[in-house]
């Protein structure tokens, strides 16, 4: 037994209602296959008909429209950036949690600034973590 059946058997005049669900979820399911076949039609199209050609400017990293200073194979990078990244990262994100807190905050009450005093706790006991672990050190 269908769901639209049983909306019919229950009440009546739910028939119309339930048919008018049907057909928008209808609606949406073939713009959603359109959208699909749309897109997958215009890779594909741009995929056969696009004209490559091999150059050995395209295998070498940008640098700011510079060639690179040492060949890529033997090029060496420090380690000590990798701790910076990772903590501006972890910092970055909070700063996009933290703005819409603060938008709600005023209209949330006490309740939100307890969570967003605990949130904050949180990270600056991380960062006291990663500046005893020396990991903000440059040597």
């Not at 909070?94 to 703005?99: G, K, N, P």
Request: proline share 4%; hydrophobic share 55%; aromatic share 14%.
């Amino acid at each position: 037994m269908t769901l639209i059946r049983v909306m019919h058997i229950v009440c009546k005049n739910c028939y119309k209602r339930a048919m008018s669900g049907a057909l928008f979820l209808a609606g949406i399911f073939t713009f959603v296959v359109v959208a699909f076949l749309l897109a997958g039609t215009l890779v594909l199209l741009g995929a056969g008909t696009s004209y490559r050609r091999q150059e050995p400017e395209k295998t070498v990293p940008y640098e700011c429209g510079e060639l690179p200073v040492v060949p890529t194979k033997k090029a060496k990078f420090s380690a000590n950036y990798y701790p910076f990244a990772l903590a501006f990262l972890v910092f970055d994100v909070e700063a996009a949690l933290l703005v819409p807190w603060a938008v709600l905050s005023t209209s949330a009450g006490m309740k939100a600034l307890v969570a967003g005093a605990v949130f904050l706790l949180i990270l600056l006991f991380g960062l006291l973590y990663i500046f005893n672990q020396g990991a903000l050190r440059w040597e």
